[in-house]
């Protein structure tokens, strides 16, 4: 039987949206989705459910939205997953359920991520179903902050019957989710129903909250808490230690990001927070946030927008699908290419990137060929914003302020890998806190580690840490 | 949750009002500020805490009207509650045990300076504060300062009142008079700040100023805060908002203050909301 060709996204045409904020990807029609499903093979030991950092019964809902019981397929998804919307299209599917899909040699993996998509946003359109608010056990635990890890744990706690408070720093829960991913891969109204869904629950969410200043981990315990899940994400953003980073038009990824989508800044003077509209703007880096900050720039209304990476094409860290996005809408790529120096003209703006050529030598610890300077290539790019997407160390407040609650030297939060359990007792922590820059899913999967491990801690007898 | 309670026009363009928070009460330090939203379109904005009460649950902040965040929080009446408040941020003044402090608040600065000196009082140590504006008109929280200050000198630009002159020229004045001081505490405009530290330097006497740059987050996440100290790059929200004064490379700060100016004026002017003046 030949094999039938994967479904393609529906797009929005590049040039035309490298000038918008809506949604790239506009989402299978029911059609499509039907076309999709019926593609699955419904293998008997399905793998993709293995690749799945939250265990998606994928061949189960797939199979439904095939026999269009659209509501049964959401409501296996939310089995495993508080946030099917953000997943379907954020996730690095092509490396985890895709990767182990059956359908893989033959190149046309099933679109798993496209009809999670469907399936969720299907939901959005004909109503949620209000889920059962599960009876309480009477066992209170919190979470600090409200991003992918923590408001995954949350869910899953609170259908165990905890009366779960997640403490939020910004006066929006979301995490990520709502400042940094800009409205055009995730539209915010999505996020925002994903939150309510995780509050039908049962989740409290506390907005405003720092914990480690406005109240500390120790003030939980006092407050009757039994656990605390810490998720408090990125933290610090990292430079690159060059001259004139300081300079007025120099922004770090996560600034540029939260400035346009929490704070609406594209949408200024309507809304009060601006952001400098570059005519040529660089970015320095090539992971997701890179792509996201390069494409912002252009629908800000950028008439040059570029990505400098120091090593190759293919060591970019951006999932592909991000960077052929990039590339369509007309972002230029200098790769083997290293910032030395940001220039600044007499009234401290940024007029230029000096920058040395590399070349690929030995590999490094990573594996990967470590990139080194040409001697004598240096060269000037024109530009008026510069971008530094290179990465954050986790927020130091949270281990400065909870005794016994020991981080690694680079700041990350020490958790046993399996259990998300931490050096303190009662306390465990996951996501970007712990791993630095990673990805949602991953966060996602530490939540949901860590909600089991608490679950199976409070419900023993509570006496080996 | 954040009711204002009490408000007050201190000059024509600074306004004090005391807001109910009990979690920022409870734990707000001499030396911490709090990020506040007016509105749902709203910026961001630090503000410094100028004073707090841990038994009636509330914070004081003084603010002057500059942009359209400070304008638009300006027309909160009492009765009135303020979007979002988080905090206290920042980490807490390192305030010595005893010997004598010079305490010097310029315009605005003098709020910010007010718990220092309040809690130095307390502690013992000998406080010397120079408090100055523009003209007489503009000085503020004149009686609080001197209920925790041992001297109290008071200077205008123009002369109206007091010594005319720069709080830095009166500091000046003090130290060459045989003033015997163990450090300075300096809080107001970067013009202001930076005088006093050029004023102190030759003397080697330390000083501490309070950096009051753009903010976005204020938790530790975006960077925009960024300051140069002693030639590292700090974040003023939670390396912060003290430091070194002599360290500060003033010139940076000056110029990133300014980063927004045309789009501060352009919201002003689009929200038609009477300010600017």
Same mark, same amino acid.
């Given at each position: ?81 508080? $946030? ?5 299209? +954020?996730?690095?599917? *092509? &490396?985890?359920? @895709?990767?182990?899909? =059956? !359908? ?52 899953? $706690? ?5 009366? +779960?408070?997640?403490? *939020? &720093?910004?006066? @929006?829960?979301?995490? =990520? !989710? ?71 038009? =120099? ?215 | ?277």
């Amino acid at each position: 039987m030949a094999v039938k060709q994967r479904t393609p996204m529906p797009m929005q045409d590049p040039a035309e949206r490298a000038r918008n904020f809506s949604q790239v990807a506009m989402g299978y029609t029911e059609e499509m989705a039907l076309a999709e499903a019926a593609r699955c093979l419904q293998c008997r030991n399905p793998q993709c459910v293995v690749g799945c950092p939250v265990s998606v019964q994928i061949p189960r809902f797939i199979g439904l939205i095939k026999d269009k019981k659209y509501r049964e397929a959401i409501d296996v998804i939310k089995e495993t997953n508080s $946030l099917p919307a953000v997943c379907g299209r +954020v996730c690095p599917q *092509e &490396s985890q359920c @895709e990767s182990k899909c =059956v !359908l893989l040699r033959t190149g046309q993996p099933i679109a798993i991520g496209r009809l999670e998509r469907f399936a969720a946003d299907w939901e959005a359109k004909n109503g949620a179903a209000t889920p059962e608010k599960p009876a309480s056990n009477g066992k209170k635990v919190a979470v600090v902050g409200a991003g992918p890890s923590g408001l995954t744990a949350a869910g899953d $706690l609170a259908k165990l019957g905890y009366e +779960v408070t997640i403490y *939020e &720093s910004l006066h @929006e829960p979301g995490g =990520v !989710l709502i400042y940094g991913i800009p409205e055009f891969r995730l539209p915010k109204e999505v996020v925002r129903r994903e939150v309510e869904y995780v509050k039908a629950l049962g989740v409290k969410i506390e907005t405003d909250v720092v914990v480690g200043r406005t109240i500390t981990i120790e003030d939980l315990f006092d407050d009757g808490f039994e656990a605390v899940y810490v998720a408090s994400g990125a933290g610090l953003p990292m430079f690159m230690r060059i001259p004139g980073e300081n300079l007025n038009g =120099v922004y770090s990824a996560n600034e540029w990001l939260t400035r346009i989508n929490l704070m609406k800044a594209y949408l200024f003077p309507e809304w009060d927070t601006p952001v400098k509209r570059g005519k040529r703007v660089v970015v320095v880096g090539a992971g997701n946030v890179a792509m996201d900050a390069v494409r912002c720039a252009l629908r800000l209304g950028a008439e040059e927008a570029s990505i400098v990476y120091r090593r190759s094409r293919a060591e970019m860290p951006a999932r592909a699908e991000e960077v052929e996005n990039a590339e369509e809408e007309g972002v230029k790529f200098h790769f083997l290419t290293n910032p030395v120096e940001v220039i600044g003209d007499e009234k401290g703006w940024v007029k230029g990137l000096k920058c040395v050529k590399m070349e690929l030598g030995e590999p490094d610890q990573s594996g990967r060929r470590r990139p080194v300077p040409i001697a004598g290539s240096e060269f000037v790019m024109d530009c008026d914003i510069v971008i530094m997407a290179l990465g954050t160390s986790p927020n130091p407040i949270i281990s400065q302020t909870t005794p016994g609650l020991n981080a690694h030297s680079w700041g990350g939060l020490i958790a046993d890998e399996k259990t998300g359990r931490t050096t303190r007792e009662r306390v465990w922590a996951g996501g970007d806190a712990v791993t630095g820059s990673a990805t949602v899913i991953l966060a996602m999967g530490a939540g949901k580690a860590a909600a089991k491990d608490i679950h199976e801690f409070l419900s023993g007898p509570q006496d080996k840490w | 949750m954040n009711e204002i309670l009490v408000k007050k026009n201190l000059t024509p363009v600074t306004k004090l009002i005391v807001v109910k928070n009990p979690f920022v009460a409870a734990k707000a330090e001499p030396g911490q500020f709090v990020i506040l939203r007016v509105r749902e379109n709203g910026e961001r904005i630090p503000l410094t805490i100028a004073d707090f009460d841990r038994e009636k649950d509330t914070v004081t902040l003084v603010f002057q009207e500059v942009g359209l965040s400070t304008i638009l929080l300006g027309k909160l009446e009492v009765g009135d509650r303020i979007l979002n408040l988080v905090g206290p941020l920042g980490v807490p003044a390192e305030l010595p045990d005893s010997g004598t402090v010079v305490a010097v608040g310029g315009g605005v600065g003098v709020a910010p300076i007010l718990p220092k000196c309040k809690e130095l009082y307390r502690r013992g140590v000998k406080v010397i504060s120079i408090i100055g504006a523009r003209s007489k008109d503009l000085i503020i929280l004149e009686d609080e300062m001197r209920a925790c200050s041992h001297e109290l000198h008071i200077c205008t630009d123009d002369g109206s009142r007091g010594f005319k002159g720069f709080v830095s020229d009166k500091l000046k004045e003090l130290i060459d008079g045989g003033l015997k001081c163990d450090e300075v505490v300096a809080v107001g405009p970067i013009p202001m700040m930076r005088a006093t530290c050029e004023t102190t330097r030759p003397y080697g006497l330390k000083t501490w100023v309070s950096m009051n740059p753009i903010m976005v987050d204020g938790t530790g996440m975006c960077g925009a805060c960024r300051i140069t100290v002693g030639g590292k790059t700090k974040f003023v929200c939670v390396d912060g908002p003290m430091f070194d004064g002599h360290e500060v490379d003033w010139a940076e700060a000056w110029l990133r203050a300014g980063m927004y100016r045309d789009e501060e004026k352009v919201a002003v002017e689009s929200c038609q909301c009477g300010g600017g003046k």
